[in-house]
Nanobody, 121 residues
């Protein structure tokens, strides 16, 4: 069993930065891939970025060069550094964990509660 708790969301002006954290409990977490997904009102949930147990990362085109995903195995925490934020980045952001054989898919086994990110002047 893996439990995930997100933090770090909030209100930021366009061009600003935020760092989201996803703290996990569970002895098997280090072997899991972790994704950051977001859902804006009226839109489908989408993967923003993901990182495998070994550190391989993927990101959607709209955030490449602006968002960076990383993980600290010692702290059982995955981060999403978001720079140059835009109003269209406004959404609820979720972290989710997936078993190793699900890497690269949209199938996630465990979810956090979500954290709101609002980019507005």
């Amino acid at each position: 069993q893996v439990q995930l708790v997100e933090s770090g969301g909030g209100l930021v002006q366009p061009g600003g930065s935020l760092r989201l954290s996803c703290a996990a409990s569970g002895r098997t977490f280090s072997s899991y891939g972790v994704g950051w997904l977001r859902q804006a009102p009226g839109k489908e949930r989408e993967v923003v970025a993901a990182i495998s147990w070994s550190g391989t990362t993927i990101a959607r085109d709209s955030v490449k060069g602006r968002f960076t995903i990383s993980r600290d195995h010692a702290k059982n925490t995955v981060y999403l550094q978001m720079d140059s934020l835009k109003p269209e980045d406004t959404a609820v952001y979720y972290c989710a964990a997936q078993a190793p054989d699900r890497w690269g898919t949209m199938r996630y086994d465990y979810w956090g509660q979500g954290t709101q990110v609002t980019v507005s002047s």
